[in-house]
């Protein structure tokens, strides 16, 4: 399985932008990048998913990198709910059934 | 529509016993994936069940079994509990097979073995 590699933790202010990165320097061609999200005391949730252009949802953006050897998943507009950890995963598509998760960036949320 | 949910929501037993937990996949789905996840660690596949049958499996003990059910909803089960297995469980329902799609988590149960 490909690696990620993701800041053990960040922080932001509520209703400021959050840019969290995510390196994978060993992503495949068929591999897309999916971020989940862990709000504290629940499963993890999915928030977006990409393969090479730059995509957004209701939750938030993903910049992928022309390489596509990172990307952000970006936050417009930070909330108290937001707090969480985020994890980037690399799914090749038809490949495995899995996820596979690292430890993620726990993000904190100040008011 | 009803989501995935996941009983008890918390147990606790001793080394040596055995542990049965369970989930109910979201309405539509026929897939169900459980890993475990460690204090302070990412979540780590443990199996999935597609159509009762065992779809993939990742690097866990043969103590670790279960079993998916006509209606789709699943069952864990762990035999000859160690104290490493103290953990959150979670249980994630998706459909067609899980190798592309979204999975949907359940809320886990906590398992503490003393």
């Known amino acids: 399985d490909a690696k990620t590699t993701q800041p053990n933790s960040m922080e932001s202010n509520e209703e400021e932008p959050v840019h969290l990165p995510c390196n994978h320097s060993?992503?495949?061609?068929?591999?897309?990048i999916h971020w989940y999200r862990q709000l504290p005391s629940q499963g993890p949730e999915y928030v977006i998913h990409?393969?090479?252009s730059n995509v957004n949802n209701r939750m938030a953006s993903l910049a992928i990198a022309e390489d596509r050897k990172s990307s952000t998943l970006i936050l417009h507009r930070a909330t108290l709910r937001d707090a969480a950890v985020y994890y980037c995963?690399?799914?090749?598509?038809?490949?495995?059934?899995?996820?596979?998760f690292g430890k993620g960036t726990k993000l904190t949320v100040n008011p | 529509e009803t989501g995935v949910t996941q009983s008890p929501t918390h147990l606790i037993k001793t080394r040596g016993q055995q542990v049965t937990l369970r989930c109910s996949s979201q309405?539509?789905?026929?897939?169900v994936s459980w890993y475990q996840q460690a204090l302070g660690q990412g979540p780590q596949f443990i199996f999935q069940y597609y159509r009762e049958e065992e779809n993939g499996r990742g690097n866990f003990p043969p103590r670790f079994s279960g079993l998916q059910f006509p209606n789709y909803s699943s069952e864990l089960n762990v035999n000859a509990l160690e104290l490493d297995d103290s953990a959150l469980y979670l249980c994630?329902?998706?459909?067609?097979?899980?190798?592309?799609?979204?999975?949907?988590f359940g809320p886990g149960t906590r398992l503490l073995v003393l």
């Open positions: 060993t992503i495949s061609g068929t591999d897309y």
């Open positions: 994630a329902s998706s459909s067609g097979g899980g190798r592309w799609e979204t999975q949907y």
């Open positions: 995963i690399l799914r090749a598509q038809g490949g495995s059934e899995k996820l596979v």
């Open positions: 990409g393969l090479t």
């Open positions: 309405s539509g789905h026929n897939t």
